[in-house]
């Protein structure tokens, strides 16, 4: 399958912090992100720190707060000319105190023919 020469965005998700409990949330939405992306954000736009999970068990990434997160897959493909993506379906999980504010995810994919 051949790829295309663009990139399309991934609709945008978001947690408000208030409703944090210390637990880990989805902010990716019950079916998880919706293409393979090669390239997600994760904007931290709360008052409170969070952790990052991609299994909603395990911490794998810290973002403070007001901070930004950009993971660029494609970028980190190894060889280079591989493609690398976060698979289909992938569910992204974050937790913190409750807070302020909002924790944003978006992403771009590589749309195939």
Same mark, same amino acid.
């Given at each position: 399958?051949?790829?295309?020469?663009?990139?399309l965005?991934?609709?945008?998700?978001?947690? #408000?912090?208030?409703?944090?409990?210390g637990?880990?949330q989805?902010?990716?939405?019950?079916?998880?992100?919706?293409?393979?992306?090669?390239?997600?954000?994760?904007?931290?736009?709360? #008052?409170?720190?969070?952790?990052?999970?991609?299994?909603?068990?395990?911490?794998?990434?810290?973002?403070?707060?007001?901070?930004?997160?950009?993971?660029?897959?494609?970028?980190?493909?190894?060889?280079?000319?591989?493609?690398?993506?976060?698979?289909? =379906?992938?569910?992204?999980y974050?937790? =913190?105190?409750?807070?302020?504010?909002f924790?944003?995810?978006? =992403?771009?994919?590589?749309?195939?023919?």
């Amino acid at each position: 399958m051949a790829v295309k020469n663009r990139v399309l965005p991934i609709p945008l998700s978001s947690i #408000d912090s208030f409703s944090f409990t210390g637990a880990y949330q989805l902010v990716s939405g019950a079916a998880g992100v919706t293409h393979p992306c090669i390239i997600i954000r994760i904007v931290n736009n709360s #008052d409170k720190d969070v952790t990052v999970s991609y299994d909603g068990t395990n911490d794998h990434d810290y973002i403070p707060t007001k901070t930004v997160r950009d993971i660029q897959f494609q970028t980190n493909s190894q060889p280079q000319n591989n493609m690398c993506s976060l698979a289909q =379906g992938t569910k992204i999980y974050v937790k =913190g105190a409750a807070g302020t504010g909002f924790v944003f995810l978006s =992403g771009f994919y590589q749309p195939q023919v």
